[in-house]
């Protein structure tokens, strides 16, 4: 690495924490309490089928983290035909998902490390009271200068502004020495790309590179992305 940073910003959902562990670990304690007959595979298909669309509303600038955490059990509870308040549901979900805490190998070690020599901001487009939860339980809370929650300040990545934030709460304004991490190449990388911040792809699933490539760096494992930040 030839260039100097001074800021990393991390997106935390499957570039620090394995989001997909969590999601899973919820999603199978929510139907048994609430999904009665219904066999949990279709109680999970079904819930992706009204998730997914929320969270490409939320990018696109159109609906909130907070319309989504209730709206995704009221479009669930509709289609399977439940008999159960979706408000119940979607805050005994939201519990649970804050629970899941299961971290990307090398998460813990590389925030230890990096945090010594680098500022250390959580940029997230997750619910905050998830969030918050799990940062705090997983012990990274620690090793971050700020943390920057969609739900909290009103904008979610890929938005300009949510970046502008996250480098004002901190009180830094060369966007030159600053380097956004994440794995999701809509709301990470093209976010940073059009805030004029450079971007690491997180890519652990190893998933093929897209023909426009908005990033400076792509990593398949965290370890490889200290190696390149020393």
């Known amino acids: 690495m030839t260039k100097k940073y001074e800021v990393l910003l991390f997106d935390l959902d499957n570039t620090l924490f394995d989001f997909e562990h969590a999601e899973y670990s919820a999603l199978q304690k929510t139907a048994e309490k609430y999904g009665g007959e219904i066999a949990f595979e279709e109680f999970e298909a079904m819930y992706h089928a009204v998730n997914k669309p929320l969270w490409g509303a939320l990018e696109r600038g159109e609906i909130t983290s907070d319309i989504i955490k209730t709206e995704r059990f009221v479009q669930l509870v509709d289609r ?19 629970e899941g805490i299961q971290k990307v190998p090398y998460a813990q070690e590389l925030c230890t490390n990096l945090s010594k020599k680098y500022k250390l901001v959580a940029l997230t487009n997750g619910i905050q009271s998830v969030q918050e939860n799990r940062l705090r339980l997983s012990g990274l809370y620690i090793f971050f200068d700020a943390i920057i929650i969609s739900e909290a300040v009103g904008f979610s990545k890929p938005d300009e502004r949510i970046f502008t934030e996250a480098l004002s709460q901190i009180g830094h304004k060369d966007r030159n020495t600053v380097l956004m ?3 999701s190449l809509k709301a990470d990388i093209a976010g940073a790309f059009n805030a004029g911040i450079d971007a690491c792809w997180v890519n652990l699933k190893l998933a093929s590179q897209p023909s426009e490539q908005n990033y400076k760096m792509m990593v398949h494992k965290l370890e490889d992305l200290e190696a390149i930040l020393k």
């Open 181 to 183: 991490i994440g794995d």
């Open 80 to 98: 399977l035909g439940l008999y159960f308040d979706p408000i119940d549901i979607s805050q005994y979900y939201t519990k649970r998902l804050g």
